[in-house]
């Protein structure tokens, strides 16, 4: 089956600089990432995600970067704000019209941003 | 649009006792869905899927079951609670199709005492 990696485990930046996570996977017909955010004691909320045919997506301060060959996917955070602080999950799942697309997770990045 | 409900938020319950853990969904049509648990400061494990009424797939062998006995209720059961069974319960749906993603619910933190 499918196994993510995901690095760094915890992260810790000043305000205002860059973040960037990032995460592996092994099995190559994935085709769908996503990341999560989730905030303490909360549920993981999907903030972005990209698909095999994309190599790159942004949506302001978030962008994420595909590289399909080396099988490995990056979240880049630019002017990191205080309540940026959360744990962030990288995902890679095979979706089909026929299959049940089931979620293989990473194990999470704690960032810390610092005021 | 589509919201997911779960309940009860959090639940302390003594070893050996019973567990139900109750998820609905509502404004989709024949979802996927998806029970996970989160230990304290881990990832997330998923541990059943289903993709219809009635059928459930394990992920995990535990004394966990789940059961689809609605289109948009998937239910979360144990007979017996083990200590290991304390955590975070989250459940999930996706859409059918290849670009939908996955939305969860707003969880449940099981202690068993």
């Known amino acids: 089956g499918e196994n993510v990696e995901q690095h760094p485990s915890t992260l810790s930046v000043q305000e205002g600089d860059s973040a960037v996570i990032k995460c592996t996977y092994s099995?190559?017909?994935?085709?769908?990432f996503p990341w999560y955010k989730q905030e303490l004691g909360k549920r993981p909320q999907l903030i972005i995600d990209?698909?095999?045919?994309?190599g790159e997506k942004k949506d302001q301060r978030i962008a994420v970067t595909l590289n399909k060959t080396a099988k490995h996917f990056s979240l880049h955070i630019t002017e990191t704000q205080p309540e940026d602080s959360a744990v962030y999950f990288c995902?890679?799942?095979?979706?089909?019209?026929?299959?049940?697309?089931?979620?293989?997770f990473g194990d999470g990045t704690t960032l810390t941003v610092k005021p | 649009s589509q919201t997911i409900h779960q309940w009860p938020a959090t639940l302390v319950q003594p070893v050996g006792s019973p567990l139900s853990l109750e998820c609905t969904v509502e404004?989709?049509?024949?979802?996927?869905l998806y029970w996970y648990r989160q230990a304290a400061g881990r990832g997330l494990q998923l541990l059943f899927y289903?993709?219809?009424?009635?059928?459930i797939s394990s992920e995990v062998p535990q004394n966990l079951s789940a059961s689809r006995p609605q289109d948009r209720q998937f239910i979360l059961s144990s007979k017996k609670l083990l200590l290991s069974d304390s955590g975070f319960y989250l459940c999930?749906?996706?859409?059918?199709?290849?670009?939908?993603?996955?939305?969860f619910g707003n969880g449940t933190r099981l202690t068993v005492t």
């Open positions: 999930a749906w996706r859409g059918t199709g290849k670009s939908s993603p996955l939305h």
């Open positions: 099995d190559s017909a994935s085709n769908y």
């Open positions: 990209i698909r095999s045919n994309v």
């Open positions: 995902a890679a799942i095979l979706l089909q019209y026929t299959n049940a697309g089931k979620s293989t």
């Open positions: 404004g989709t049509s024949n979802p996927n």
């Open positions: 289903s993709v219809g009424i009635g059928q």
